[in-house]
C-alpha cells in the first residue's frame, strides 16, 4: 500500500462574509428590563432565551461568556429546538451579532465557553456530528460574521489530535493555547508553532485543562487533574516552567481555573493553603482566593483576598494576621489612641502598624451589647471547605491597573470569584446564598516590600436576587468574567479610575429563562458614587424599580458623573415644639434649637451674609480639586431634612444598639423598619422604604446637629471615612452674664464672643456652626486632626479646618491684620473673630517642622497674608501664639530669629520628629463603603478620638500674638546711641528688642560729641526720622555716626521751569551735599514767589505731580536741612498750557443742535451764513469751519453754513407740446403735473398744450404743480 500525503490544514485564513454591519453610537439609557441600576453594578441583558437573532430564536447559552475591555461580551447561543449553536457578540450599541454566520450545520455545538480579546478576536471550539465527532479550534473575526482562523483539529485519522477540547484561551496578541488528545489519546496542552511539525509546541499532561494565557504569551494552568497538582507558568513554547502555587510547600490543594491580568503580572487562583505557605507568606492557613505577583520570573509574594482567619480583637494588642478567629481580617486600626510609632492612617496595615481584626464582609452587630460577629465566605471555612465544589472550580478572574507609580507601587488589582456568605448581610447589602462577587486589591511599596490594602468584598449577583419584579436568580456560571473599562458605552476611551471594571456572566432564573448578563462598575469621576447612582438612580432591591434618585435629593444641582459629588443629610434636634412630620420647630422663651443657619433662641434666621451650610457648599464648590468634566470643585449636597426631639446626651461611643433609647443608631435608624430619623417622612412612609433607605445608606452621610454625647461638651464626633457624625454645641439657657464661668456650653460663649469682639451672636454661631459641620464632616472624607496624622490637633504647618487651630479660629487667618474691621488689639492679643475663612489644606503642601531641629528662619512657607497658630510651653500650661506663615516665625518667643531650641509646637506633650505638611484636597475620601466604621446596626465597640470641648473653645479664641523682634547696630567711625519709643531699644553698639506684632517703633539717634549722625540704613533710610512698623519677621536697623565736624547743605542741582500740558505729570528733581545728609521739603508759591509754603510729605528730591490749569504760573523750590544749616534751591516756574479740543461733528444737526455742541466742547459759535441745499433740510448745518476732528485751542470759533432749503426751478415752456411730453418736461424740471384741463383750439392740434400756469419762466419751489390746459 502506498501511503497517502500527510495534509495539516492548519492556521488557514478561510473567510465566509455573508453580514457586514456597523454600529452607531448612541446616548447612554438604562430601561428595564433591559438594563437595570443595582446596588454596586449597572446591569446589561447582553441576551436573553427568546431574543430573536440573524440566526434565529435564542433558546439557550453557553455558561461561559468572556468580556474584552472595551465591554464587548462573546457567548455561545444555542438555536431553535437546539440543532445548532453559534458564536455571538454584544457591544451595548447593537442587537447581539452571530458572529458564526453561515456554519449552522445540524448537530453543529460550540460548547460552553468562548474568549474574545480587545481586537475582537474570539477563541472557540466546536464540533460537528459524526464518528468520532470531529473538532475544532477557531479564532472567529469579530467584526465580520463568518470569518475565522483554524487554529486546531481532531478527530481524522490525518489530524495530529484525536480531539481538542473546550475552553481555549487566547490573548490580545492572538496567541492561542488549548488542550487536546494525541492519536494516543493522551492528554496534553498545545500553543501553535508554524516553525514545528506539526505545527504545535506540545506539552503532555495527565487530563483536560483549563490553561489561561497573558498578553506575553505565557500559560498559566494546572498541571493536572489532581487538586494537588500545582500551578504552573510556562512560555508559550511550553517550556521554562516556574511555580505560582506550589502544592509541595505552599498549599495542599488548588482550584483547577486560575486566571491571568492582561499583563501576566498577577495571577489568580482558588487554594487552600498550607501551615507552613501561612508562616511564608503572613496570612492564614487554609481555603480562599490569592493572588501570586510574577516578577522576574519567579512569584515574589502572594497575598489572600478571600477566606480569612485573624486572632480575636484585644484591646492594645495588634493583629497578626495569622490564625485566629474565622471569617477575620487585619485591617489599619483608625482608633488606636495614643497613636504608636510609625502609625499613617492611610488604610494599610504596614508592619510595624497597630492593625485590629473586622470582619472580612462585614461586621454583625447582635441585638444586646456585645462582640460583633464577623461575616466571611462560608466557601472557605475548613470544616465545610470541599475542593470539588461547584465555586470552587468557576473561573477566578483578575485585571490588573498600573496607575503610574514606579513598579507595583500605587496599583489596583480586581479580583472575581463565586462564593458563599456564612450569613446574610445585616446592611441587607447581600444575602446568604451563594454568588459571584469581586474583592479590590491596592497596592503600595514600603522599604521595596509590596504591601496590600483588600478592600471589603462586593456582591456583583447572587442566587436568590431579583432580576426584575417577577424574577429572581438560580444559578451563576463565568469563565472570563472580569475587563478592565476602558470605553463608556457609548465607545468613547475614558480614563481609569481605581476599582473600575465590567463582567460578563450567565445566569438562569426561577423562570426558567437563561441570560448572559453584563455588570459595570465604573466611577469616572472618583468620587466614591457607581456612575450608574449619578445617571440612573439606584434599584437597591433590583425588582426594576430606581429606589433613589439622586437628582431628587438636590432638584437645583443634579448629580453629574464626570464632576464629583458628595450628599449630606442633616437632621437636627430641638426643644420647641416640632410639627409638620418635623419640617419645623418653633421655639419659646426657655427652650432652643440647633437648626443650622438658626439663632438657637429666636429661631429666627441668623443674620449674617451667607448661613452657615451654604458656606460649606461653596467652601467645597471653590476647592482645587480637578474633574473629568474640566470644571473645578466638588458639588456638595445638603439635604436639611427634619427636626427631632432633643436628647441631651446622645451615646455614641460605646457599643449601643439601636434599640438603646438615646443611642445615636437609635435616632438614625429606630427599633424596627424605617422608624428612626435617616430618610425623609416621605421616603419612610412608603411600602418599600426598607429599600430606599437601603439606597440612600449607600450614596448618603449622616448628620445630626445636637447638644451633647456621651457626657462631653465636645464640638462633635464623626465615623473616620464613615457614613456618620454629628455637631454638638451645646446650648444652656440664657445666661445673664456669658462671660462667667457658668457659662460651660457653647451658645453661651459664642455670646461672650459676640460682646466682647463687638459683633453678634448670629456671627458667632454661624462661624461656629460652618467650621464645626465642615470639620466632622472632614473625617467622614479621611481627614485628620494632622491631614495624614490622627492625633497631631495643633501643626503649625498644616492651614486647614481640621487643625484644632482653625476650626474656631479660621484657617490661615485670611483677613488677620490691624485694618480688618473684624480684627481688634487687645494689649499684645491681636484677635479676629467673624467671617472665618473655611477650607482643607491645599497643594502645595508646607514643608515639614522637625521639632528637635527648628529653623525659625525658614518659618513654614506659606502664602504671603497667611497667618498660623502654634503652641508656647509655659510651665505644665501652653501658650498660643500666632505669626506670618510666609516669613521667619519666632516659635520660642524670644525676640530673636535663628536656630531655636526643641520645642513642643503642637501641644502633644512630647517632641515630634516630624510634623508633616499635607495636601488635604487632594486626598480625600469620598466613598465609605469600605470604612471599618460603617454600620447601620449598633456603634462598634472602638475607642474614641477626642474632639475640641467648650474648653479648647474658650482658650482658642484669644491667640497670643508672637512677639516682633527689632534689631539695631551702630556702624561708621563715630559714636553715639540710638533709643526707642516706646521703649525697650537703648545701646551704643548693637540691641535687640521685642516689641508687639503689628505695633510702630520711632528709632532717634543722638551723635556723640565729635561725631555726626549721617544716615540709617536696613528698615529705615537717609538721615531723617525712622519708624518701624513690625511684623513677624526680624527687623534690622544700622545708624552710622561720622567723626568729624558737620556740613551745613550745599544746593548741587536747582529745579528747572517745567512747560506741560493740564492734566499730564510733571516733575521738578533737587540735590544738596552736606554732613549729616540733609532732608529735604519742597514749598510752593502761588503768588509770584512773594511767599512759599511747604508741600505736605513732598520730602524726597523729586517731586512729581499731575498739572490742573490752577497751578498755572506757580513757583516750585527744595529747601535742604540738616544739624550744620539749611539752604534752598532757586524756584522753578510751572507753565500749565490748555490742552488741545477737537472741533466736534455737527453738519447735519440743527442749528441750535450744532450750537450746543459746539459750546460743550469748549469752543464758540463763529459766523452763520445760509446757502440752498436739495439735501439738507432748512435750517439745518451743511458744513463747518474748521472741520469736525481739528484739534483747536479751547474757545476757538466754529463757522457754520446753514441750509435755507433747495434753490428755486425755472418753469419750463411746455406750449405746444404734446401732453406726453410736456408732462415729461415738467418732471424732468423737478416739478410736477398739476391739473389737466381741455379746450377748443384752431390752432394747436387736439392732444397739445395750449397755455400753462405759472408761466414759462416763472421761478418756483422744486416739486410745484404745473397746470395745463390741453386742446
Known sequence: MVPRPRVFPYLILISFCYLAFGAVAQAQVCNPPACWPGKYYKFDVVAKTGDVTAAGTLTGFGDQPSINDKGTVAFVGQIGAGNFEGVFTQDLQVAPIWISQGFTSSGRKFGRAVQITNLLQIAARDTIPGSPPPSLVRIWQG??????????????????????????????????????????????????????????????????????????????????????????????????????????????????????????????????????????????????????????????????????????????????????????????????????????????????????????????????????????????????????????????????????????????????????????????????????????????????????????????????????????????????????????????????????????????????????????????????????????????????????????????????????????????????????????????????????????????????????????????????????????????????????????????????????????????????????????????????????????????????????????????????????????????????????????????????????????????????????????????????????DLFANYKPNYLSIMNYWFQFNGVGFATFNMAAPDCKMFGMNLKCRTNRT???????????????????????????????????????????????????????????????????LNKSGAIDAVLTGRDDWSNLTYGFRDSVELSLGAQLPRPVVPEPNIADYQALTAPTLAPAGLTVTLQGNGAGSVSSNPSGINCNSRCSAVFAQGSSVALTATPAVGSTFTAWGGACTGSGACSVTLSSVQSSVTATFTLGSSQAPVITLNPVAQAVTNGSLVSFTAAASGTPIPTVQWQVSTNGGTTFTNLSGATSTTLSFNVVLAQNGNKYRAVFTNSAGTATTTAATLTVNPASVSVPNVVGLTQAAATTAITNAGLILGTVTTASSNTVPAGNVISESPVSGTLVNPGSAVNLVVSSGPAPVAVPNVVGLTQAAATTAITNAGLKLGTVTTASSNTVPAGNVISESPVSGTLVNPGSAVNLVVS
Not at 492557613?285 to 477566606?307: E, K, L, T
Not at 454638638?728 to 462671660?739: D, E, F, S, Y
Not at 482643607?840 to 497667611?866: C, K, M, Q, V
Request: proline residues 7%; hydrophobic residues 40%.
Open 838 to 904: 473655611l477650607d482643607y489644606s491645599r497643594a502645595p503642601a508646607l514643608a515639614n517642622l522637625n521639632e528637635a531641629a527648628l529653623n525659625e528662619a525658614g518659618g513654614i512657607g506659606a502664602a504671603a497674608g497667611t497667618r498660623t497658630q502654634w503652641a508656647l510651653p509655659v510651665g505644665a500650661n501652653f501658650a498660643s501664639l500666632i505669626g506670618f506663615g510666609s516669613g521667619a516665625l519666632d516659635w520660642n518667643f524670644d525676640g530673636m530669629i535663628g536656630a531655636a531650641p526643641a520645642q513642643d
Open 143 to 788: 467584526n465580520a460574521s463568518g470569518v475565522f482562523t483554524l487554529i486546531a483539529r481532531g478527530g481524522f485519522p490525518t489530524d495530529p489530535f484525536a480531539s481538542v477540547f473546550s475552553q481555549p484561551a487566547i490573548n490580545n496578541s492572538g496567541q492561542v493555547v488549548f488542550s487536546a488528545l494525541d492519536q494516543n489519546f493522551s492528554s496534553l496542552l498545545a500553543t501553535p508553532n508554524s516553525a514545528l511539525f506539526p505545527p504545535y509546541n506540545q506539552l503532555f499532561l495527565n487530563t483536560p485543562l483549563r490553561p489561561v494565557i497573558d498578553d506575553n504569551g505565557f500559560v498559566i494552568v494546572r498541571n493536572g487533574s489532581l487538586d494537588t497538582n500545582p500551578i504552573v507558568r510556562y512560555d508559550n513554547t511550553l517550556l521554562s516552567p516556574i511555580s505560582v502555587a506550589n502544592t509541595t510547600t505552599d498549599f495542599n490543594t488548588v482550584g483547577m481555573s486560575p486566571g491571568v491580568s492582561r499583563d501576566g503580572v498577577i495571577v489568580a487562583f482558588a487554594g487552600d493553603m498550607s501551615a507552613a505557605g501561612a508562616a511564608l507568606w503572613g496570612t492564614n492557613p487554609g481555603p480562599g482566593i490569592f493572588i501570586a505577583i510574577i516578577q522576574n520570573n519567579s512569584a515574589v509574594r502572594i497575598i489572600r483576598v478571600a477566606g480569612f482567619s485573624a486572632p480575636a480583637q484585644v484591646a492594645g494588642v495588634s493583629c497578626t494576621a495569622v490564625g485566629g478567629v474565622l471569617g477575620t481580617k487585619c485591617v489599619e486600626d483608625m482608633n488606636a489612641f495614643p497613636a504608636p510609632a510609625g502609625t499613617n492612617w492611610d488604610g494599610y496595615c504596614d508592619p510595624g502598624e497597630t492593625c485590629t481584626a473586622v470582619g472580612e464582609i462585614e461586621d454583625n452587630l447582635p441585638a444586646a451589647v456585645g462582640p460583633s460577629v464577623p461575616v466571611y465566605f462560608k466557601t472557605f471555612d475548613p470544616a465545610q471547605f470541599a475542593a470539588s465544589s461547584a465555586e470552587w472550580e468557576q473561573r477566578i478572574g483578575v485585571i490588573h491597573t498600573d496607575f503610574g507609580a514606579p513598579g507595583l507601587d500605587g496599583d489596583t488589582i480586581v479580583v472575581s470569584f463565586i462564593a458563599t456568605p456564612n450569613v446574610a448581610s445585616a446592611l441587607n447589602l447581600f444575602s446568604a446564598n451563594s454568588g459571584l462577587w469581586t474583592v479590590q486589591v491596592d497596592l503600595k511599596l514600603v522599604g521595596g516590600s509590596i504591601v496590600p490594602k483588600i478592600h471589603k468584598p462586593m456582591p456583583i449577583l447572587q442566587v436568590g436576587d431579583k432580576l426584575g419584579s417577577a424574577t429572581t436568580v438560580t444559578a451563576i456560571s463565568v469563565f472570563d468574567p472580569i475587563a478592565a473599562a476602558t470605553v463608556d458605552e457609548v465607545g468613547v476611551a475614558r480614563v481609569a479610575v481605581p476599582g473600575d471594571h465590567e463582567v460578563a456572566f450567565w445566569v438562569s432564573t426561577s423562570a426558567n429563562t437563561q441570560m448572559i448578563l453584563r455588570g459595570t462598575h465604573e466611577d469616572t469621576d472618583g468620587d466614591g458614587l457607581p456612575d450608574h447612582w449619578e445617571e440612573f438612580g439606584i434599584d437597591f432591591d433590583g425588582d426594576g424599580a430606581i429606589d433613589l434618585n439622586l437628582a431628587t435629593l438636590d432638584p437645583a444641582s443634579p448629580p453629574n458623573f464626570r464632576h464629583k459629588d458628595l450628599y449630606f443629610e442633616v437632621d437636627y434636634m430641638c426643644t420647641g415644639t416640632i410639627s409638620g412630620n418635623g419640617s419645623s420647630c418653633a421655639v419659646a422663651a426657655g427652650q432652643h434649637t440647633h437648626q443650622p443657619g438658626i439663632n438657637p433662641y429666636t429661631g429666627k434666621a441668623l443674620a449674617v451674609a451667607v448661613l452657615p451650610i451654604p458656606r460649606v457648599v461653596a467652601a467645597f464648590n471653590a476647592a482645587p480639586v480637578a474633574n473629568p468634566d474640566g470644571v473645578t470643585g466638588i458639588n456638595l449636597h445638603v439635604q436639611v431634612d427634619e427636626a427631632i426631639a432633643e436628647v441631651t446626651n446622645m451615646l455614641w461611643s460605646s457599643p449601643a444598639p439601636a434599640t438603646t433609647p438615646g443611642s445615636f443608631q437609635n435616632i438614625k435608624m429606630g427599633t424596627g423598619t424605617c422608624t428612626g430619623h435617616f430618610g425623609t417622612v416621605a421616603e419612610r412612609g412608603v411600602a418599600n422604604c426598607a429599600s430606599v433607605l437601603g439606597a440612600r445608606s449607600l450614596a448618603v452621610r449622616y448628620d445630626i446637629f445636637g447638644d451633647q454625647f456621651d457626657g462631653a461638651a465636645n464640638s462633635g464626633i464623626a465615623k473616620l471615612r464613615g457614613n456618620d457624625f454629628i455637631v454638638t454645641l451645646a446650648v444652656a439657657p440664657v445666661n445673664p452674664n456669658p462671660c462667667s464661668a457658668t457659662a460651660t456650653d457653647f451658645a453661651n460663649w459664642a455670646q461672650c464672643l459676640g460682646n466682647t469682639w463687638g459683633t453678634t451672636l448670629d456671627a458667632e454661631w454661624g462661624d461656629l456652626q460652618a467650621s464645626t459641620f465642615m470639620h466632622e464632616g472632614g473625617h467622614s472624607l479621611g481627614l485628620f486632626h494632622g491631614g495624614d
